[in-house]
């Protein structure tokens, strides 16, 4: 259990220190001390009322994945990396943190909802998306992928059209992408985000 913690304070360190000068080294939040018993998860139900994965993959992620960009869907907002960030529609968030952004000078805001966390930049005085970061194993991705799923499973969902940097996968469609982290084939990291 050590060893595992102190390889993601390691990814922590390392993402925070490469994070302004590379785009393909995985950002997000790499140090969170992620616990996912992978047995448990597989293959089970999810009692949070959170839909099925045969009605998770519908035509919008195919109009959306025409349209050359990662969408995450959520309880009817759509959330794509670079778009303006509409608040209102999305549930209430919990909090709401400031900090420097190495990617476009000034400040990001993290809004912290109750499954995931939202990271926006400002274009201008535009709000827009740079990231979303999933906390939450029971929350699927548009297409269906969880923390606790395996590397089998993002395959079979997103194909074998990735760029691998030991356990960090990235799909990229346009500007944006999907960043997954495994750890013994196991999906312990989630984010969709803005490439620049």
Same mark, same amino acid.
């Given at each position: 259990?050590?060893?595992f913690r102190?390889?993601?304070?390691?990814?922590?360190?390392?993402?925070?220190?490469?994070?302004?000068?590379?785009?393909?080294?995985?950002?997000?939040?790499?140090?969170? %001390?992620?616990?996912?018993?992978?047995?448990?998860?597989?293959? $089970?139900?999810?009692?949070? *009322?959170? =839909?099925? &994965?045969?009605?998770?993959?519908?035509?919008?992620?195919?109009?959306?994945e025409e349209?050359?960009?990662f969408?995450?869907?959520?309880e009817?907002?759509?959330?794509?990396?670079?778009?303006?960030?509409d608040?209102?529609?999305?549930?209430?968030?919990?909090?709401?943190?400031e900090?420097?952004?190495?990617?476009?000078g000034?400040? %990001?805001?993290?809004?912290?909802?109750e499954?995931?966390?939202? $990271?926006?930049?400002?274009? *201008?005085? =535009?709000? &827009?998306?740079?990231?979303?970061?999933?906390?939450?194993?029971?929350?699927?991705?548009?297409?269906?992928?969880?923390?606790?799923?395996?590397?089998?499973?993002?395959?079979?969902?997103?194909?074998?059209?990735?760029?691998?940097?030991?356990?960090?996968?990235?799909?990229?469609?346009?500007?944006?992408?999907?960043?997954?982290?495994?750890?013994n084939?196991?999906?312990?990291?989630i984010?969709?985000?803005?490439?620049?």
């Amino acid at each position: 259990m050590k060893k595992f913690r102190k390889v993601f304070v390691l990814w922590g360190i390392a993402a925070l220190l490469t994070a302004c000068g590379q785009k393909a080294a995985p950002t997000g939040n790499l140090a969170k %001390d992620i616990h996912i018993d992978a047995d448990s998860l597989k293959n $089970t139900e999810k009692d949070s *009322g959170v =839909e099925t &994965r045969e009605t998770e993959i519908s035509a919008r992620e195919t109009a959306k994945e025409e349209q050359g960009a990662f969408c995450f869907e959520y309880e009817g907002a759509a959330l794509v990396p670079g778009e303006p960030a509409d608040l209102s529609a999305l549930p209430k968030y919990a909090d709401v943190s400031e900090v420097p952004s190495c990617a476009f000078g000034g400040n %990001d805001n993290v809004y912290h909802f109750e499954l995931f966390e939202l $990271t926006t930049y400002y274009d *201008g005085d =535009e709000e &827009r998306i740079y990231s979303v970061y999933f906390t939450d194993p029971n929350l699927p991705t548009t297409e269906g992928l969880r923390l606790g799923d395996t590397v089998d499973d993002m395959k079979a969902l997103y194909g074998e059209d990735y760029a691998a940097e030991e356990n960090a996968y990235t799909y990229t469609r346009g500007e944006t992408s999907l960043c997954v982290i495994t750890q013994n084939d196991v999906v312990v990291s989630i984010e969709y985000r803005l490439e620049r």
